[in-house]
């Protein structure tokens, strides 16, 4: 059975908007639930910060006890805090985007078990091949490094994709990103394993990944950027 044209025509043309509205109603569907694995993921990420285990299961619980939503507080680049944003909803690439003055910056305030408070910075930057991230905890002297949690999007396998694996972040604990009043941050140094150390960059310096260098510059200059915006507020704050 032959058909004409026009046949043809409108056939494909139903097929397509059929096929189109019911991936659209997948999408729709399965939105929130897309979202909901973004939020959890992000607290995941806040808590291992400083070292709080979690699963998708118990990561809520664990952000409300030891992070509650006083404790998440929006602060400008001269260390003041603002009322009446929420912290957790912000989103540091469009903040990044925005002059100096007039960006919002999450702070997240954890008190442990056993009474310490360490203060959590959010982390944004580029890699090699796209974006990485993470977030940084502090002491309450606001300098020493209490814990780190570093990923990225598309970073190249076994090198600079390496920036999310134990033994890179291990190494960042004890650091410390002042000298007296100076902010310095934390320099990343190539060279492979005893970089830091050969450079005499003991109290501010960590080896940079074999073969990932550009990777590891990219994360020096991340963790530069995004904490120099809250060095008023760190200053201000330490105890």
Same mark, same amino acid.
């Given at each position: *059975?032959?058909?004409?044209?026009?046949?043809?025509? #409108?056939?494909?043309? @139903? *097929?397509? !908007?059929? !096929?189109?509205?019911?991936? $659209?109603?997948?999408?729709e569907s #399965?939105?929130?639930? /897309? /979202?909901?694995? @973004?939020?959890?993921?992000?607290?995941?990420?806040?808590? $291992?910060?400083?070292?709080?285990?979690?699963? +998708?299961?118990?990561?809520q619980e664990l952000f409300d006890?030891?992070? &509650?939503?006083?404790n998440r507080i !929006?602060?400008? @680049?001269?260390?003041? !805090?603002k009322n009446g944003i929420e912290a957790f909803g912000i989103d540091i690439k469009k903040e990044q985007? +925005?002059?100096?003055? $007039?960006?919002?910056? &999450? @702070?997240?305030?954890? /008190?442990?078990?056993?009474?310490? +408070?360490?203060?959590? #910075? &959010?982390? #944004?930057?580029k890699g090699l091949w796209g974006p990485i991230w993470g977030y940084m905890s502090l002491n309450t002297d606001n300098?020493?490094?209490y814990g780190v949690t570093f990923d990225h999007k598309g970073e190249t396998p076994g090198l600079g994709a390496d920036i999310n694996k134990d033994w890179f972040m291990e190494p960042f604990k004890g650091k410390t990103i002042f000298e007296g009043d100076n902010f310095v941050s934390i320099t990343v140094h190539k060279g492979g394993k005893g970089s830091a150390e050969r450079a005499g960059d003991l109290n501010h310096g960590v080896d940079a990944i074999s073969g990932g260098t550009i990777t590891s510059k990219g994360l020096e200059a991340m963790l530069k950027s995004s904490i120099s915006d809250y060095v008023n507020y760190l200053k201000t704050n330490k105890q």
């Open positions: *059975m032959k058909h004409n044209n026009t046949y043809i025509f #409108l056939y494909a043309s @139903v *097929m397509v !908007v059929l !096929v189109a509205a019911l991936l $659209s109603v997948a999408s #399965l939105k929130e639930t /897309q /979202q909901n694995n @973004v939020k959890i993921e992000k607290i995941q990420n806040i808590l $291992s910060s400083v070292n709080i285990e979690s699963t +998708k299961e118990n990561a006890k030891y992070i &509650p939503a006083q !929006v602060v400008g @680049v001269d260390g003041q !805090v985007a +925005k002059s100096a003055d $007039s960006r919002n910056l &999450p @702070v997240y305030i954890c /008190q442990l078990e056993n009474g310490d +408070k360490k203060v959590i #910075l &959010p982390l #944004l930057g300098s020493t490094v």
